[in-house]
């Protein structure tokens, strides 16, 4: 066999990403550290302590390890195999929980199992995730067909509004990480355009009068028409485009008023400056501010020990990274999420499979979601809709669930690299 520097790396490493598995391991160990500083109390020092979060969530880290290393046992064809299995369960899980679920903060997302509590939308990303690459990795199948286009978008639309009916809004937000992946494979900008035009045209018409936003889009429509007065066709699709944003921005008072709910609507208000309950934003953004750049120490912040802010061991974890490592601990957690989803695109990108491309590509976009809008409440960008950050938040649904996405990864870019090997032989 001839020297192949691909097969001597692969060798050397056994075929599997260690760069990301110790990637894994810091954060999940970061995050365990900053849980228990969020929860500490002199009373019960003892991090391993089940009664506290952090004793906990050890037992589910060596749970989700446990899982993870099952993951890697299995064969890589069995997630191809059984991706519209997982995905017809994780729908069910959902439906079902609507109706048999525990209702949390107002959320019948959980089914309660003892004092454990089970997530089901974790199961449906990643049933979502492998049924997506499967179907678009299926031989039959072209993405330029416009047939393609609009089952994929039913598959990722699908649990999504189960999801929704759940009333849990955050969760449903992840799903919107597929459409990153289907514009990956080709979805035409034009209509991640349309989503975005949507959401800057819901904003603006909760901060400027509705008639005169209708009387601003009217007006850039007759600007175009003038622009285009030669263009038959273009300028049917500008009064189409024209009469349609007009009436959007008046179902926005609707949509608003008696489709939101009110702590929905109250969240929106807080973002927009326009009032509302906004004391979890304040005191994030306190403890995150009263870190400077070194931080007050493990320990020893303020915020975190007087229970200032709410959901600090979950949500808000963050802020406890913020206040006790100040400038330097947060921008490292930063910093690491931008070099794993780095390195998710990476092994994305080297994969010889469809199919693993596309999950691997859905991975990593779960991951930036679920980053940046984690991170973006904590600092107020973003409404505050309740969805952990990856690795550091505390529950065990969550960790278990992101560990079986990125391991399933591991195992698949595991196999690219033993397919060269035995080619090799």
């Not at 849990?168 to 989503?195: C, H, K, Q, W």
């Not at 990476?346 to 940046?372: D, G, L």
Request: glycine share 10%; aromatic share 16%; net charge neutral.
């Amino acid at each position: 066999m001839a020297y192949n520097p691909r097969t001597k790396e692969a060798f050397e490493s056994g075929g599997l990403d260690w760069l990301t598995i110790f990637l894994f391991l810091g954060m999940v160990l970061f995050g365990w550290l900053a849980i228990f500083s969020a929860v500490y109390d002199p009373e019960f020092p003892n991090i391993f302590d089940t009664r506290l979060n952090s004793g906990r969530q050890l037992i589910f880290i060596g749970i989700a390890a446990f899982i993870g290393l099952i993951l890697l046992v299995i064969d890589a064809k069995f997630y191809s195999a059984f991706g519209y299995v997982f995905y017809a369960v994780g729908v069910i899980l959902c439906i079902s929980v609507i109706f048999i679920g525990a209702e949390t903060k107002g959320a019948k997302a959980w089914f309660a199992l003892g004092s454990f509590k089970f997530q089901p939308v974790e199961i449906a990303k990643y049933g979502t995730a492998l049924a997506l690459s499967k179907y678009l990795s299926s031989y039959e199948v072209s993405f330029k067909e416009w047939k393609t286009k609009l089952i994929s978008i039913g598959i990722v639309v699908l649990p999504m509004l189960v999801v929704l009916l759940q009333n849990d809004t955050g969760s449903a937000m992840v799903f919107l990480a597929f459409f990153m992946v289907l514009y990956r494979e080709g979805l035409p900008s034009f209509l991640i355009v349309m989503v975005i035009m949507a959401i800057v045209l819901f904003v603006m018409t909760l901060l400027v009068d509705k008639f005169l936003l209708a009387y601003i889009l009217a007006a850039i429509g007759a600007l175009f028409v003038f622009i285009l007065r030669s263009n038959r066709t273009a300028i049917l699709i500008v009064i189409a485009a024209a009469v349609l944003a007009i009436g959007y921005v008046f179902s926005v008072e609707y949509v608003y008023n008696d489709v939101l709910q009110p702590h929905q609507r109250g969240r929106i208000d807080v973002l927009l400056g326009k009032g509302g309950d906004d004391w979890n934003i304040r005191q994030s953004k306190i403890a995150i501010g009263s870190g400077g750049f070194f931080g007050q120490g493990y320990l020893d912040g303020t915020q975190t020990k007087y229970d200032f802010v709410p959901e600090q061991s979950t949500d808000f974890i963050f802020c406890t990274i913020g206040e006790e490592f100040g400038f330097v601990g947060s921008a490292g957690v930063v910093l690491g999420f931008v070099f794993l989803m780095i390195r998710l695109v990476i092994i994305a990108e080297r994969q010889k499979n469809k199919f693993s491309r596309i999950y691997a590509y859905s991975v990593a976009c779960i991951f930036f979601i679920h980053f940046t809008i984690n991170i973006g409440m904590t600092i107020g960008l973003v409404p505050v809709i309740g969805i952990p950050l990856p690795f550091f938040s505390y529950g065990g649904s969550s960790l278990i669930g992101f560990t079986i996405l990125l391991f399933t990864l591991l195992k698949l870019d595991a196999n690219r690299v033993n397919e060269i090997q035995s080619l090799n032989d």
